[in-house]
């Protein structure tokens, strides 16, 4: 079974083409970084209406680079949540027409799903069944969350941030020392080099905050509000510091703060859970040090440990396509509608 994919939640204006929901036969992704760069930041205007004019050639890409035809689609799967509403109806709309055309069903697939999925994705990538149950550390520049991922694919939320993304938090602190958009891939290549014990930025929660958890387990909830704050005290405080030679070690520092803040609602859930694997997916998957240390940590927790391949950790439509084909998402009948979400959460999100 053959399944196009679409993804424009965002800045990435994606289609795919996954066979039997694990084999991907194709994945073509436009980046608009370059498009949003002069703003610091995504503008939702210029995201949904650069999905109008790329997605046409996008899925044409697709469909071509996986050797298949119009008659050959099975099904449309695509993102209808959460994200810019703007954008998502871009998508969403031409899988409707597309999926009226062809006369095959729609799925509308929840975008932080997915990204739990694409562990599963590429040549060595395991299946459901060997590695799960499973904790899932999504990191991406709009969520933070841990999800328990069972074989049936149902997924249970653990924890999630009180505050920013870890994305978002390395976003803005990149913004603060002028490294620019997006931020993740700024501070990696900054911090190259330098000491991340440098300077001693605050980590994760601190106890003496009573904000709401929504009912989920604080040990194993994360933030990033303390961090942002104590980055701009210190560029304040310090105006003469940042130099070439400095600069750097802050980037370390801060960098080592957003991945440190990290560890310890993981290993919380890993103690408390019966898994046999860790998995972490999203953007901010790709730096290469919040790898290093999730491997110590696996070993340390004797758990497998899961990486989604650095072109599935950000996003992409080969993770839509997968979800739909694994039987994810919701079946849209030929008489149905399906709306946009844009603040759709995880099953079980608050
Ligand atoms: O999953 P994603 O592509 O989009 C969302 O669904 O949000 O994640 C984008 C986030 C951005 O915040 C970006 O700064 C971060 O992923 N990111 C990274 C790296 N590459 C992308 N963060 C740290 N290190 C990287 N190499
Ligand atoms: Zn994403």
């Known amino acids: 079974m053959y399944v196009l994919g679409i993804e424009t939640s965002c800045d990435e204006t994606a289609a795919a083409v996954v066979r039997d929901g694990i084999e991907v036969k194709s994945s073509a992704v436009y980046s608009q970084i370059a498009r949003h760069r002069p703003y610091g930041g995504v503008v939702p205007e210029i995201a949904s209406r650069s999905h109008v004019e790329l997605l046409p050639s996008i899925i044409e890409d ?36 597309l ?14 799903e997915a990204h739990l999925f694409s562990v599963f994705l590429g040549g060595n990538a395991p299946r459901p069944g060997e590695v799960c149950p499973m904790v899932v550390l999504l990191v991406s520049g709009g969520h933070t969350c841990l999800v ?42 900054a911090a190259e080099g330098g000491d991340p014990h440098a300077i ?6 601190r106890q003496s905050r ?80 919040l790898r290093a240390r999730l491997d110590e940590l696996a070993v340390r927790a004797g758990v497998r440990l899961l990486l989604a391949e650095p072109e599935f950790c950000t996003d992409n439509a080969a993770m839509i396509a ?24 995880l099953a079980g999100a608050v």
């Open 322 to 345: 997968a979800a739909a084909g694994m039987g994810a998402g919701v079946e849209v009948p030929p008489e149905g509608d399906l709306d946009v979400c844009p603040n759709l959460g």
């Open 210 to 289: 009573n904000e709401s958890t929504g009912g989920l387990d604080r040990a194993r909830c994360f933030s990033y509000s303390g961090l942002k704050t104590a980055l701009l005290y210190y560029l304040r405080n310090n105006p003469d510091a940042v130099t070439e030679d400095t600069l750097r070690d802050i980037a370390a520092s801060y960098q080592e703060a957003v991945i440190e803040s990290l560890m310890r609602p993981v290993e919380n859930a890993l103690e408390g859970e019966k898994v046999k694997a860790l998995a972490c997916v999203g953007g901010v998957a790709r730096n290469r040090r």
């Open 62 to 97: 697709a469909l071509e680079q996986a050797g298949v035809r119009w008659p050959d689609i099975d099904r449309i799967a695509v993102t209808y949540g959460p994200g810019l509403s703007s954008s998502l109806l871009i998508g969403l709309s031409a899988a409707k027409a």
């Open 99 to 112: 999926a009226m055309r062809l006369g095959v069903p729609l799925t509308g697939v929840n975008h932080l």
């Open 148 to 189: 328990r991922l069972e074989a049936s694919l149902e997924s249970t939320l653990l924890g999630q941030t009180l505050d920013d993304a870890a994305g978002e938090a390395l976003d803005k602190g990149a913004n603060l020392l002028g490294l620019g958009y997006p931020g993740g891939p700024a501070i990696e290549k």
């Open 200 to 205: 001693d930025f605050p980590r994760g929660l």
